[in-house]
């Protein structure tokens, strides 16, 4: 069984931080990316970022670029994303999602949400301006 442990949303004002983590268990190997995707209030879901478990590559929606960074600690299987400069178009609730990476030669964010397979419950992230 798949699970994920997410933490780190929360209110802040534009211009802020946050950090959310999340804990993955239930997968055995490195043949997987892990990363976000998001429900704003009005708009469809987004996918925000993702790394590559096997050889860390990172990617990122174009308006996160420069401002969000995600990372990967191996040993406690966990995730990160790191939020700064946060505007108020970054409000939505932030899913921790897993996807392989094996049904496709060349990776991509878009391919992250593409081939998404397990996701948690999500936490919340509200930006005021």
């Known amino acids: 069984e798949v699970t994920f442990v997410e933490s780190g949303g929360g209110s802040v004002q534009a211009g802020g931080s946050l950090r959310l983590s999340c804990t993955a268990s239930?997968?055995?190997?490195?043949?997987?990316?892990i990363g976000w995707f998001r429900q704003p209030p009005t708009k469809q879901r987004e996918v925000v970022s993702c790394?590559?478990?096997?050889?860390?590559?990172?990617y990122y929606k174009d308006s996160v670029k420069g401002r969000f960074a995600v990372s990967v600690d191996k040993a406690k299987d966990t995730a990160f994303l790191q939020m700064k400069a946060l505007k108020s178009e970054d409000t939505g609730v932030y899913y921790c999602?897993?996807?392989?990476?094996?049904?496709?030669?060349?990776?991509?964010?878009?391919?992250?949400?593409?081939?998404?397979?397990?996701w948690g419950k999500g936490t919340r992230v509200t930006v005021s301006s």
């Open positions: 999602a897993v996807a392989p990476t094996t049904y496709e030669s060349s990776w991509s964010l878009t391919a992250f949400g593409r081939f998404l397979e397990h």
């Open positions: 239930g997968f055995t190997g490195d043949d997987y990316a």
């Open positions: 790394i590559v478990r096997s050889d860390g590559s990172a």
